[in-house]
């Protein structure tokens, strides 16, 4: 019998190969891609995404686990593709302009796929013109911002104001280092999140 907690724990340990039989296992047993997706997969970033917030783990571990996701989602897509398993919703990723820092952001992309999202990543050094385009193109339900840089925040505002000129209703959302709750009430971002873990909680919950 298939042991999605084992396919968990696997991820969880960053034992990619593992992962990537115990996906194969599974499916040959006849276990649903979508079962395999949320009990296995998804079931070992969220315990991972637990312990980072927790500061129990840290960058390196994540990077890891993300890894084995990935071998993981490899082995899934096609026949998730099959089974006709929609992503919980999308979401378009990037770092503003002027800004070249991803770590931070790659890790919020990390954990968003982790929690069953698609994501449209759209790189370092963004224009807002870029983020309106890559939200209309994709029809994501939420844009998210990164910022390293102080001089580079106030790019989040603009970002904001030009999805609301161009009529699209993709829902905002930032973060960051020198990013803070006060700053996303102050130019009227709908979401905020202090690390990666609650950026794929803030999505969801703006996802609905
Ligand atoms: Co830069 N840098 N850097 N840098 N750099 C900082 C940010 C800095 C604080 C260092 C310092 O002076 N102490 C400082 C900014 C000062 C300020 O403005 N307040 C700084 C500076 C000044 C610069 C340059 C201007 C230096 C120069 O050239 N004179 C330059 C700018 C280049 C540019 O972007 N235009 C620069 C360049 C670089 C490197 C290229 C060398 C490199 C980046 C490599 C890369 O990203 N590929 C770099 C690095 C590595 C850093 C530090 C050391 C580490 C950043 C990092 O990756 N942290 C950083 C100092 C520091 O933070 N200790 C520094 C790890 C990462 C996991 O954390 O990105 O915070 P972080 O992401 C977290 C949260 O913030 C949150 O979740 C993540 C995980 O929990 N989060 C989100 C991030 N995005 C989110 C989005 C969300 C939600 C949460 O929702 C959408």
Same mark, same amino acid.
């Given at each position: 019998m298939a042991d999605l907690q084992a396919l968990a724990d696997a991820l969880i340990k960053g034992d990619r190969n593992k992962v990537s039989e115990l996906v194969e296992a599974a499916l040959s047993e006849g276990v649903g891609p979508k079962d395999v997706l949320e009990q296995g997969l998804i079931a070992?970033?969220?315990v991972i995404g637990k312990r980072f917030k927790a500061n129990e783990v840290y960058v390196p571990e994540v990077l890891i686990a993300a890894r084995a996701m990935h071998a993981g989602l490899d082995v899934l897509q096609p026949k998730l593709v099959e089974a006709g398993v929609e992503p919980v919703g999308s979401?378009? /990723? +990037?770092?503003?302009?002027?800004?070249?820092h991803? /770590? +931070?952001?790659n890790l919020v992309g990390m954990m968003f796929t982790g929690a069953g999202l698609k994501v449209v990543d759209v790189g370092t050094d963004v224009s807002p013109e870029?983020?309106?385009e890559a939200c209309k193109e994709s029809g994501a339900g939420v844009c998210a911002m990164s910022a390293l840089l102080t001089t580079t925040m106030p790019q989040m505002s603009e970002i904001v104001k030009?999805?609301?000129?161009?009529g699209v209703s993709t829902k905002t959302m930032i973060g960051g280092a020198p990013v803070t709750q006060n700053y996303a009430d102050e130019i009227g971002a709908d979401g905020y999140a202090a690390d990666a873990a609650s950026a794929a909680e803030v999505a969801l919950t703006l996802l609905g």
């Open positions: 070992g970033m969220n979401v378009v /990723i +990037g770092t503003v302009k002027g800004d070249l991803d /770590i +931070g952001k870029k983020f309106v030009a999805i609301k000129d161009a």
